[in-house]
């Protein structure tokens, strides 16, 4: 089955073509590893995830090249205040991040290249582009590139060209958005700062220019997909294009794909509002991050996500209704699976990842597939840990268990009933069922399970 995708470059869905038949080169912009990561970081790595799984559940290789930002202006501010070195700082971090990559269930990259790997690769880019006429140095060591010498600035975002300034720099590697100027290939050293040997003296890379050289080195002049945040549009992926293509003479991505940002509490997350949230945080509140994916999973990863407290605490409940569904169906189910209406489902289910990553739709299917009540169990259970090879919840890999608090609520409530006392029996449920949690009477005893409200299939 065809894949379409949404192109920020060409403002719309087009069917994806490789470069090579059965291969997809992908390059996703990775960290800046000065601190832990936040939710936005989350959603991100998350929605590239689905985007690979997507492709490798379609047939195809996948190779996944993911950057690690280890020099940058806010490495610098963060090493200096802490007295340490910038690789320090580095080394402390990738931990991090990477166990938040485990904990989301997120396919390792086939590479995490570091910026201070590469300064040689680095280096023969900014020469290359100075060569050419793209950029120039001054007197202090610093090389930048002239926006106004690409033609086709500004075709990723569509800011207009015309509002370079002459002479207009920009010297730190973050900056407003508002206005074209010519950026930093390469920063002249400044006391406090890492450096290397240049032909233009001691020195640093621009942010910009790492992505450029590092796509190129491991995945070609041309590549597949680029993916980002959408914060990253411009000037970042604006700049890697003008780089990349007046270096190498040739078109730099064929496919840009840009996810929605997250807001928390209908604000921008930032530490100034004191909404802004690590993802390490998640856990510390109790909530396994399997039940933050899956509230990734019902928003359209092009839209805009507002996180609450209050609708993470509905995720852990849906994920983990599943978990004790395919639990029951392995266990219990004995019906002979209908292989006809499994591959209805299945197709109903490709067709929405397929339409531009449509996972909020195949999760409609997915819940379709939990409340058929003529499909057998068997055929429900093959389903549904297919569709997890996507969805990547881990379904059927962990067993719920029931909170020890729970427990004695449980025995304590059957005592009760066994001496007739329904009443304080009747009190004790509630108060399980207020802890999530709801106790069904069986023939033999009783049974305690994790209290889910439905979900919606419309």
Avoid at 19 to 48: D, E, Q, W
Avoid at 57 to 67: A, D, F, P, S, T
Avoid at 220 to 229: M, N, P, R, S, W
Avoid at 391 to 410: F, S, V, Y
């Amino acid at each position: 089955m065809d894949i379409y995708l949404y192109n920020t470059l060409t403002r719309k869905i087009e069917e994806f073509k490789p470069i090579k038949p059965g291969f997809m080169g992908m390059y996703t912009c990775g960290p800046t590893v000065y601190g832990p990561g936040h939710l936005g970081h989350a959603r991100s790595y998350v929605n590239f995830d689905l985007l690979k799984r997507m492709f490798l559940y379609n047939g195809y290789k996948v190779k996944h090249i993911l950057n690690i930002t280890d020099v940058h202006d806010d490495m610098i501010k963060g090493a200096n205040k802490e007295e340490i070195t910038v690789q320090e700082l580095a080394d402390r971090y990738i931990p991090f991040f990477k166990k938040d990559l485990t904990d989301l269930n997120i396919i390792p990259a086939d590479a995490y290249p570091r910026v201070t790997e590469h300064i040689p690769e680095i280096i023969n880019m900014v020469k290359t582009l100075v060569d050419k006429g793209y950029g120039y140095a001054e007197k202090n060591g610093s090389v930048y590139y002239d926006v106004s010498r690409f033609k086709n600035y500004g075709k990723l975002s569509g800011i207009k060209r015309s509002e370079v300034k002459t002479g207009t720099r920009v010297k730190t590697d973050k900056y407003e958005r508002a206005g074209v100027a010519d950026f930093a290939l390469w920063k002249g050293w400044k006391k406090g700062e890492p450096y290397w040997q240049s032909p233009w003296g001691k020195g640093r890379p621009g942010w910009h220019i790492e992505c450029s050289v590092m796509a190129n080195k491991y995945l070609g002049k041309t590549i597949d997909l680029h993916a980002g945040a959408m914060d990253l549009k411009f000037p970042h992926h604006e700049n890697e294009i003008a780089q990349s293509e007046a270096a190498n003479g040739r078109k730099f991505v064929n496919y840009w794909f840009h996810t929605g940002l997250l807001d928390v509490e209908g604000q921008k997350m930032s530490k100034s509002l004191g909404n802004y949230i690590e993802i390490c945080e998640v856990k510390e509140k109790g909530f396994d991050p399997m039940a933050l994916r899956y509230l990734f999973l019902t928003a359209h990863y092009r839209s805009k996500l507002n996180f609450t407290w209050e609708s993470l605490k509905s995720a852990p409940r849906a994920w983990q209704k599943l978990q004790l569904l395919v639990n029951d169906w392995r266990e219990f189910g004995n019906k002979k699976r209908d292989l006809r209406k499994e591959r209805t489902y299945q197709k109903d289910f490709l067709k929405a990842i397929n339409n531009d990553l449509g996972v909020p739709q195949a999760l409609v299917v997915l819940w379709q597939v939990v409340k058929d009540q003529q499909l057998a169990e068997k055929s429900k259970l093959a389903l549904v840990l297919d569709f997890d090879q996507i969805l990547g919840l881990k379904l059927g890999q962990k067993k719920i268990e029931i909170p020890k608090k729970i427990t004695i609520l449980a025995k304590k409530r059957e005592r009760l009933r066994e001496k007739g006392d329904f009443k304080q029996a009747d009190e004790i449920r509630r108060q399980i069922e207020k802890l999530g949690f709801i106790v069904k009477d069986e023939i033999r005893g009783y049974k305690v399970e994790l209290l889910v409200v439905d979900e919606k299939t419309d």
